[in-house]
């Protein structure tokens, strides 16, 4: 039996090493954020000695970019190996020859899932440290070894973030006739929880708030700290407040929440530690394993009693 499943890891392994999809999807991840980094430095710059004082601390604002970008393309790493996981085998009328042989429902399925998490990680991780050194070397970053663990532990939250979209992919292709059908379906969940969702929850915050307090403007003192900066920031708060309720079980949001804890800062100037930060949200963690558990194991059980008619 482990025989059998250790065989469909490696051949899905090797499958999708080999695929331009795969490795297109780390080149394009490698591309936004190099992009984007790119570009603060450019700003960075123009603001002369302000910019270069400001640049000690720009580690933040690279680790804000990789999880920025990685939050759109964890969730398509793992769409694109989900959703043609069991689908694609029926397009092509495969997967009858397959379970024909004396292979195991079981042993395929869970061949297809250890595969798509080595996939992941592998992802993940090679566009992490791909981007992350090209772009501190081209922004000239002085990066600690504090700073630079914690940009690749970022790898550990959207690891989970782009297995939740691949078990939510999988269940879609098991149920799914035609793989197309399985792709609109699971790409349809990606624009909920990445755009619709939060544009939905920002407009409920605004409804029950109204419009955001006058910043204070003075032409010759743009911005003094007072009651108007207060009243603003205590609409924030209450907007914010309103907003992670309605994201409070969206994975893209909790995605969000892990990573701002990751890069959490004192009053000090340091980081809090890693165990404080990661500690305190453990409701993202659990949130995200939730999706894992709750769309794996229906696909596992819906796959085995599942008849293939073609």
């Known amino acids: 039996m482990i025989e059998k499943v250790l065989i469909i890891t490696k051949k899905e392994i090797l499958e999708n090493i080999k695929s331009v999809k795969y490795w297109a999807i780390v080149g394009l991840f490698v591309l936004l954020y190099l992009s984007s980094t790119y570009a603060i430095g450019f700003a960075l710059r ?17 680790s804000s970019q990789v999880a920025n970008t990685m939050s759109y393309i964890a969730p398509l790493i793992g769409i694109a190996l989900g959703f043609g996981a069991v689908a694609a085998e029926r397009d092509k009328g495969t997967i009858r020859l397959v379970l024909a042989r004396p292979i195991y429902r079981d042993a395929l399925i869970n061949g297809k899932v250890i595969a798509a998490f080595i996939l992941i990680v592998l992802a993940v991780l090679a566009s992490t440290l791909i981007a992350v050194p090209l772009a501190i070397s081209v922004q000239g970053v002085n990066v600690t070894l504090d700073d630079f663990t914690r940009l690749v532990f970022v790898t550990v939250p959207a690891s989970l973030l782009a297995l939740a979209y691949y078990t939510m992919a999988l269940f879609v292709s098991v149920n799914a006739g035609r793989s197309s059908q399985a792709l609109v379906v699971s790409l349809s969940m990606w624009i909920f929880f990445s755009f619709i969702l939060p544009i939905i929850s920002s407009f409920i915050a605004f409804q029950i708030l109204g419009p955001p307090p006058a910043m204070p403007f003075n032409a010759t003192r743009p911005f003094q700290p007072g009651q108007g900066s207060r009243q603003f920031a205590e609409y924030y708060g209450k907007y914010s407040q309103i907003v992670n309720t309605i994201q409070i079980m ?61």
């Open 250 to 310: 969206s994975p893209n949001a909790r995605y969000t929440s892990l990573i701002n804890a990751l890069f959490a800062l004192r009053q000090s100037g340091s980081y809090e530690t890693l165990t404080s930060s990661l500690g305190a949200r453990w409701l993202d963690v659990v949130v995200l394993l939730f999706y894992i558990a709750a769309f794996a194991i229906p696909s596992y059980v819906l796959f085995l009693r599942r008849q293939e008619t073609r």
């Open 46 to 62: 123009g603001l002369g000695q302000q910019g270069i004082q400001r640049r000690e601390r720009v580690v933040l604002t690279l």
